[in-house]
């Protein structure tokens, strides 16, 4: 049971423009979202979170959008630059307990920006 | 900002023995530390959490007597994947969060285990 969905695996854009990157959850008690940049062989690291109390927040380039009554989130990077080409994953957590803060990944979407 | 050095980055073993990944909070005191292992174009799938001083906390289907974690420190875990075999080959990663939460979830850079 996949709780944090990214269906798309790939995504590929031009330098300059925008990449929309999706990001679903299945789990109503998720209420804070992360979004990390991997490149292979190495750790993620860590690009913008938002808590469920927002809707928005935004980083310099990258912004970050939660739709709760959808249980969505879409990371924005306006411009893209080839630089950002990386696999990016969304992660979540929240719960109850000790579950508290334990990360649920998403699949990843492969990110591609052509000079 | 927040760093953790793991290590080794890469290694490679004969099927049966140990390894011993090891994950250090450089500036800060992780009492939270997540063992996670990634195969290729798939997710990070977490396998335990451990607190300092406490035993770690396993995620259904991973073996406790396989992957053993210590967490004896607020600067150090450690994995040991014991009795190696090649289907443990994967990408092992760990991560670190402070009591508070306030430096978020710091990330090592990763080991990548090969089992021959």
């Known amino acids: 049971d996949q709780q944090v969905k990214q269906n798309s695996p790939s995504l590929s854009v031009q330098e300059g423009r925008i990449s929309i990157l999706n990001c679903d959850y299945t789990?109503?008690?998720?209420?804070?979202f992360l979004w990390y940049k991997k490149y292979p062989a190495e750790g993620p690291t860590f690009l913008i979170s938002i808590s469920s109390i927002k809707d928005k927040n935004e980083d310099g380039r990258f912004t970050v959008f939660l739709n709760k009554s959808a249980k969505h989130l879409s990371l924005h990077i306006v411009p893209s630059q080839p630089g950002d080409s990386a696999v990016y994953f969304c992660a979540a957590s929240g719960g109850s307990g000790g579950s508290n803060y334990k990360l649920t990944f998403g699949k990843g979407t492969l990110l591609t920006v052509n000079p | 900002g927040a760093v953790v050095s793991q290590h080794p980055s890469r290694v490679i073993c004969k099927s049966g023995t140990s390894v011993k990944i090891e994950c250090r909070s450089l500036?800060?005191?992780?009492?939270?530390m997540f063992w996670y292992r990634q195969f290729p174009k798939q997710s990070l799938m977490l396998m335990a959490t451990s607190n300092e001083g406490s035993k770690a906390t396993y995620e259904q289907g991973v073996e406790k007597d396989k992957f053993l974690i210590n967490h004896a420190s607020l600067t150090l875990s450690t994995l040991t994947v014991t009795s190696a075999h090649p289907e443990d080959s994967s990408f092992y990663i760990c991560?670190?969060?402070?009591?508070?939460?306030?430096?978020?979830?710091?990330f090592g850079s990763g080991t990548r285990l090969t089992v021959v």
């Open positions: 500036d800060f005191q992780a009492t939270t």
């Open positions: 789990n109503s008690m998720f209420d804070y």
């Open positions: 991560s670190a969060r402070d009591r508070g939460g306030s430096r978020g979830y710091t």
